[in-house]
């Protein structure tokens, strides 16, 4: 009596995902489930919905308006609205400012700590404090500093003999401007330094030695051998800085609402202001997607520079 092998029958794709769960192949992802549904509802869920309204007329007092399909209406209307390409330009003056000061300060505040032997771990703890303050926060601390009656620059500057009357810092719109930049480095400039000066501690002692060896003067040694091995860590903390500078909200809604008349909207109070007080969403989406361009840009751009100056140090692309 010879014994017949059963067909081979293949599993069903019912029966596969089955199994697959039941192995120990599963258990990462089983893991990471809980946190993949909390992305999807509080990020990609909002995401789709803001990017459906942006092709609507949708107005927040008129709840039906949600599903009012006009097409591309609102881009369109933005190609001409030049509100919003002011805010569009001032956004990206701002962000171009804000970032080479961010980064030249706190490239010297890490070659100064870098020297120091004694204390270091106590000036690096004291120069984090900035950034652990909330933009919120900061917004009111600056809006006092800079307030032209009660403010502690007027009233240091009227004590000085400096002034006889006070300087509107947050009134005129060029004072108001800088008075917002400057707000935002102090609180930012840490983030270049504490990166920085990681790259300061990793950079090999040999070439500057050999360098100095060689007869080359301390500027030498910066301008050939420091400033390269640095410029990977520049890049990456202006990636991530452009990032947070161009949604730059809390601090300038505390200290001047996008004002004195406009000359310090950026584009999210802009949106903020289209979207909740004229209850224009659909627009304000709009302006939002058209804003993510910036981002775009700044970061294509140092990703492109990252990888030049990983290349000249002989590093992997």
């Not at 700590?113 to 270091?120: A, D, E, R, V, Y």
Request: glycine residues 6%; aromatic residues 14%; contains cysteine.
């Amino acid at each position: 009596m010879t014994a017949t092998a059963e067909p081979y029958s293949r599993p069903t794709a019912k029966e596969g995902i089955t199994a697959f769960f039941r192995s120990p192949a599963a258990i990462p992802y089983l893991l990471l489930l809980p946190a993949i549904v909390v992305i999807l509802a509080v990020v990609l869920v909002p995401l789709l919905v803001s990017f459906w309204t942006s092709f609507t007329s949708y107005n927040l007092t008129k709840p039906d308006t949600l599903y009012n399909f006009v097409g591309l209406r609102n881009y369109q209307r933005l190609l001409g609205n030049e509100e919003f390409w002011w805010a569009f330009g001032r956004t990206f003056l701002f962000v171009t400012i804000t970032l080479n000061l961010e980064m030249l300060l706190g490239l010297g505040l890490a070659l100064l700590i870098n020297k120091i032997t004694w204390g270091q771990r106590t000036l690096r703890t004291i120069m984090m404090f900035p950034m652990m303050f909330s933009p919120i926060l900061v917004g009111f601390q600056f809006k006092y500093v800079f307030n032209d009656s009660i403010g502690l620059v007027n009233n240091a500057l009227f004590d000085l003999g400096i002034i006889s009357q006070p300087i509107p810092w947050l009134v005129d719109g060029t004072l108001a401007n800088f008075s917002i930049i400057f707000a935002e480095i102090w609180m930012s400039t840490s983030v270049f330094a504490i990166l920085l000066l990681a790259g300061l501690m990793a950079l090999p002692k040999e070439p500057i030695e050999a360098a100095k060896v060689d007869g080359c003067n301390p500027w030498q040694v910066f301008r050939h051998i420091t400033l390269p091995f640095l410029m990977p860590f520049v890049y990456i903390a202006m990636t991530i800085r452009s990032l947070d500078v161009a949604r730059a909200y809390d601090m300038i809604r505390i200290m001047t609402n996008g004002g004195p008349a406009g000359r310090t909207e950026l584009i999210w109070t802009l949106m903020t202001r289209t979207g909740y007080q004229n209850s224009q969403m659909g627009m304000a989406n709009a302006m939002g997607y058209v804003s993510i361009i910036l981002s775009i840009v700044f970061t294509f751009y140092f990703y492109r520079k990252l990888t030049a100056a990983r290349t000249f140090m002989g590093g992997a692309q």
